[in-house]
């Protein structure tokens, strides 16, 4: 088990930008891991996709999801293609992915079940 809270995003993202002010507004330490310049660590990945399913990592409702041509997007059906397309598209991924330091993981930022935690 980790020591720190981590989150994972892409640092332009509105989300990610709430989500980190949220967490340093409430005084919980964290680390930032960048999608853009760090990729998409695979041993994670899997772990999210047993946590949280693969219909709820993959964002099917963002740009990244709608500029995927059809075919693509309908051989998306389980957790091993989902996994494909989200190494291969990191912004694919909901965003944040948070690794909380108790061991938990949450996808997207929800400030009443993030209170919770802290």
Known sequence: MQAMTTLYGIPNCDTVK???????AHGVEH????????GVPAARLDQWLQAAGWEKLINRKGNTWRQLDEATRNGVT?????????????????????????????????????????
């Open 18 to 24: 709430k989500a980190r002010t949220w967490l340093t």
């Open 31 to 38: 680390s930032f891991h960048d999608f853009k310049k760090q």
């Open 78 to 118: 389980d957790a091993a293609s989902a996994r494909a397309l989200a190494l291969e598209h990191a912004s694919v991924i909901k965003r944040p992915v948070v690794e909380w330091a108790d061991g938990a993981i949450t996808v997207g930022f929800d400030a009443t079940d993030w209170q919770a935690r802290v």
